[in-house]
Structure formats: structure tokens, C-alpha cells
């Protein structure tokens, strides 16, 4: 299993960017994945999450503004952000393994993160 996020750059307060993960070794119909971010001096923390059935859930300082989704055939995983802040600055990683959902977060999987800055 290897997972290539892409996708983080600078920008402004108020832009969006779209993370990529893709995932090969994985059915992403079948197995959950997830987003987390850490920004410097602090642990990683949740961001959002999709089942392998399609249940989403946020972290509710995402909630309104970041979308996950996927696209099963291309086995890539995104996130949508949008009305960015200078808070989102953090490194992303996107996670997943075996089981179709991981309520406690213990993912088997990890990416090697990319790097969102948000100017104010």
C-alpha cells in the first residue's frame, strides 16, 4: 500500500486548494480513509474522514468549509478546501487501511503529508 498526497501550496486567506492522496493497494469502496493535518509545535489532529461506504464526518473547525470525497476507479481520495484561514496552515497527510472505518483513528496507512500555508 503507498499513499502520494499533493496538492498543498500557498495561498491567501479566503482561497481554496484541493488535496489529492492516491492510493494504490487499496479499494476505496471497501476501506475508510482520512485526512489529518499537524502544524508546528502541535499533535496531528483529525480533519475529516470517509467510510468505505461513504459516510463523511468533519472535525467541526472544517465543518462547512473542506469537502472529502473520492473517486473509487482512479483510487484517489481528496479533500476541497475552501474559505482557507491562517489556522489551516499545517502539514496534510491522508491515511487509510483495511477495516472500512476507523472511529479510533488508528489507521494502518499513512502518506507522506503536503504542506498548506494560508497567508493572512
Known amino acids: 500500500v503507498q499513499l502520494q498526497a499533493s496538492g498543498g501550496g500557498l495561498v491567501q486567506a479566503g482561497g481554496s486548494l484541493r488535496l489529492s492522496c492516491a492510493a494504490s493497494?487499496?479499494?476505496?469502496?471497501?476501506?475508510?480513509m482520512g485526512w489529518y493535518r499537524q502544524a508546528p509545535g502541535k499533535q496531528r489532529e483529525f480533519v475529516a474522514a470517509?467510510?468505505?461506504?461513504?459516510?463523511?464526518n468533519y472535525a467541526d473547525s472544517v465543518q462547512g468549509r473542506f469537502t472529502i470525497s473520492r473517486d473509487v476507479p482512479r483510487r484517489t481520495l481528496y479533500l476541497q478546501m475552501n474559505t482557507l484561514k491562517p489556522e489551516d496552515t499545517a502539514v496534510y497527510y491522508c491515511a487509510t487501511g483495511r477495516r472500512p472505518a476507523y472511529p479510533q483513528h488508528d489507521y494502518e496507512y499513512w502518506g507522506q503529508g503536503t504542506q498548506v500555508t494560508v497567508s493572512s
Open positions: 493497494g487499496m479499494f476505496l469502496n471497501i476501506n475508510g
Open positions: 470517509i467510510t468505505g461506504a461513504g459516510r463523511v
